[in-house]
Nanobody, 121 residues
């Protein structure tokens, strides 16, 4: 089985910074991509940023210039550096890992349990 575990959430003041980390482990043949999603109270889960194992990154408009994503393929670990945080960034942040379990098999999606990020003074 595959486990996805997030860490690094917490309380930060507006304008502050936070780094989230996510580690995927288990019977993974290859890591295809990893991404961060978030869900604020009363809202749907939305994409924040993702990155392929080849290093191609994608950011949604509301975090461009403020957030930075990186992947350590050998460790199957992803980091999200968040700068200039705003109250609107308050949400539960979820890690998604897309992996192959077997050669020539389909890509599987695995999710972490989420980590709370609260931006407040």
């Amino acid at each position: 089985q595959v486990q996805v575990v997030e860490s690094g959430g917490g309380l930060v003041q507006p304008g502050g910074s936070l780094i989230l980390s996510c580690a995927a482990s288990g019977s993974i043949l290859s890591l295809e991509s990893m991404g961060w999603y978030r869900q604020a109270p009363g809202k749907q889960r939305e994409l924040v940023a993702n990155m392929t194992s080849g290093g191609s990154a994608n950011y949604v408009d509301f975090v461009k210039g403020r957030f930075s994503i990186s992947i350590e393929n050998s460790k199957k670990t992803m980091h999200l550096r968040m700068d200039s945080l705003e109250a609107e960034d308050t949400a539960v942040y979820y890690c998604n890992a897309q992996v192959r379990l077997l050669p020539y098999s389909r890509i599987h999606d695995f999710w972490g349990q989420g980590t709370q990020v609260t931006v407040s003074s």
